[in-house]
């Protein structure tokens, strides 16, 4: 039967505090990228929402044109039958004729009224919404520039660290499965809680590298014995010594 090999706790620490040194470097990588992924993300969003934006109020200039494309039809319309009443009151036989069809040509005159009414307010609304239509493009024209700009920026970053942060990645995936799972869990958790990211520190000046808050001089020789994992008792980071610090590299 196959035996498990039994880490000591030095160890341990070892390995938990290679991964650190490993998620730092890649961590490190992520803020030189600064907030630029989130702003190239931002920009596509609202370049997205304008372009939508842009092409409802296209669909509406079209609706309202095609409105007025109607309207102007039934003004010929009217216009057609106004002329056949006119010609039909020349040959009417009795006065009740002739208003009946005097009272048609004044509906026709009303009708062509209304119209044009419409189609001047709805020249007014496709003035507003081609004034809309611009503005819109003009903010995605700024917004496209100031994006080229940002990818530009971001894609250099990503350029001159690839290959480094590519390498870290694999040497971090390789250093967690050299950690113990108990232990790991408790580092993966440390790091979320903290936005520096640290979960294994040194003790600096007589204090905890990741709160400053003091640790007591024999917590600190204890730390230094490796014979027991110890945690900060104010953050609950990870405590390691300068000496295993200074050997452990990546």
Known sequence: MATVKEYSVEEKLASVLRL???????????VLKGELPMEVKDLEDEIEGLNTRLTHVEDEIRGIQDFVTNKKAAIKESEALMKKYEKQQDN??????FE?????????SLEIKLAEKHIKDANEEVKDKSRLLESAKKAIAEKESNLKHKKGE????????????KAFRKQSDEAR?????????????????????LAVVTVARDSCGGCF?????????????????IVCEHCGRV????????????
């Open 177 to 197: 499965t050299k950690v113990e799972a108990r232990l790991l869990g408790a580092y993966e958790k440390i790091r979320k809680n903290y936005r520096n990211g």
């Open 154 to 165: 971001l894609e250099k970053i990503i350029a001159e660290t690839d290959k480094e942060e």
């Open 20 to 30: 650190q040194k490993m998620d730092s470097r890649l961590d490190e990588i992520q």
């Open 100 to 108: 009946a069809i005097t009272k048609e040509i004044e509906m026709q």
């Open 92 to 97: 009417v036989k009795n006065n009740r004729e």
């Open 239 to 250: 405590l390691v010594d300068n000496d295993l610090d200074a050997t452990v590299t990546i």
């Open 213 to 229: 808050n003091a640790i007591p001089p024999q917590r600190q020789a204890e730390i230094r014995q490796r014979k027991k994992i």
